[in-house]
């Protein structure tokens, strides 16, 4: 068990949930909250990160705010943090640490060591490509003899924006423990003036059953040389493709939901392709199997995805 690890929510009940079980909510409302001295804090840490380690960039990103069941699971199902968020319905970032997800594996960056979320996933379909990005679509049932149930929607995401420069002056800052308390005292959430970017992770097998890690670079921000699953970011600039990345905002992005969802299943995908060098074509459909928390990012969340290699 990795104590720097967490589950903010798993998906057993429904063995995995795909695209058209998932809801994306925007708002300004959960971007992080903003703080002048903080502000100074972020860009004196940036301006000195950039110079140390220059191939860094800054980026927008999606912040998780948080995530709400719309359809309870089963009351049988395993509690989704110590605080009874699953009788609450809606689960914060601050969930405490004591569900962890399994390990055995070293530490990583965007907390998907685990192999499973309780529970066995369900059997991807394969999908399809179009351009830059994987579009995933689900095939039809007919050839095992089921119809094709549309199956309602389950969880939604309620997300605002962030940047990579936000992210590494708060969640990775020398203060973030001060930031946390503020943010708990004063706004009634630990996790309110940190950036929480939005990760996605694959934990991918074989068609013999193996799984697959990778090494990370040396020259990279976060867990430099160690091993991990295939992952990264779902981009909002893949989104709004015509606009500048610094001009992004959630009202641009507002209408747009669905786009974003896709992209978060995109990604994963897309983050396969790029870092194992495998074709789309070759990959299954993303099952989310829940969201995990990096306690060494001070509760970073990352979307934990089941995707099989070979899926025709």
Not at 92 to 97: A, D, F, I, Q
Not at 121 to 145: M, Y
Not at 176 to 194: H, I
Not at 230 to 241: D, F, L, N, S
Request: hydrophobic fraction near 35%; charged fraction near 25%; glycine fraction near 8%.
């Amino acid at each position: 068990m990795d104590p720097d690890v967490s589950v903010l929510l798993h998906c057993a009940p429904w063995r995995g949930l795909r695209e058209r079980q998932i809801q994306v909510e925007l708002s300004s409302r959960f971007n992080r909250h903003i703080l002048a001295d903080a502000e100074k804090h972020i860009d004196s840490l940036w301006e000195e990160r950039t110079k140390r380690e220059p191939w860094l960039f800054n980026g927008a990103k999606f912040r998780l705010h948080s995530a709400k069941w719309t359809r309870p699971p089963s009351p049988t199902a395993t509690p989704y943090n110590a605080r009874g968020a699953q009788d609450e319905d809606k689960v914060p970032l601050e969930t405490s640490r004591q569900q962890r997800c399994c390990s055995d594996g070293e530490g990583c960056d965007h907390t998907q060591k685990h192999t499973h979320c309780g529970g066995q996933p369900a059997v991807p379909a394969p999908e399809t490509c179009s351009g830059d990005r994987p579009v995933v679509k689900s095939h039809s049932l007919k050839d095992t003899g089921h119809q094709r149930v549309n199956k309602p929607v389950q969880l939604s995401l309620q997300l605002g924006l962030t940047c990579y420069k936000d992210y590494l002056g708060t969640n990775w800052s020398k203060r973030v423990g001060e930031l946390q308390k503020r943010g708990g005292v004063e706004l009634g959430d630990p996790q309110a003036l940190l950036a929480q970017p939005l990760g996605v992770g694959a934990v991918m097998t074989t068609a013999d059953g193996q799984v697959v890690l990778l090494r990370r670079s040396q020259k990279v921000a976060e867990a430099a040389g160690l091993l991990d699953i295939p992952g990264g970011h779902p981009e909002p600039k893949a989104v709004c493709k015509a606009i500048s990345e610094e001009s992004i905002t959630v009202e641009l992005l507002q209408g747009r939901e669905e786009a974003v969802l896709m992209e978060i299943f995109s990604s994963v995908l897309a983050e396969i392709r790029d870092e194992v060098n495998l074709p789309l074509s070759s990959l299954s459909e993303p099952i989310l199997l829940g969201i995990a928390l990096n306690h060494t990012s001070a509760g970073r969340p990352s979307a934990e995805f089941y995707v099989r290699i070979g899926a025709h």
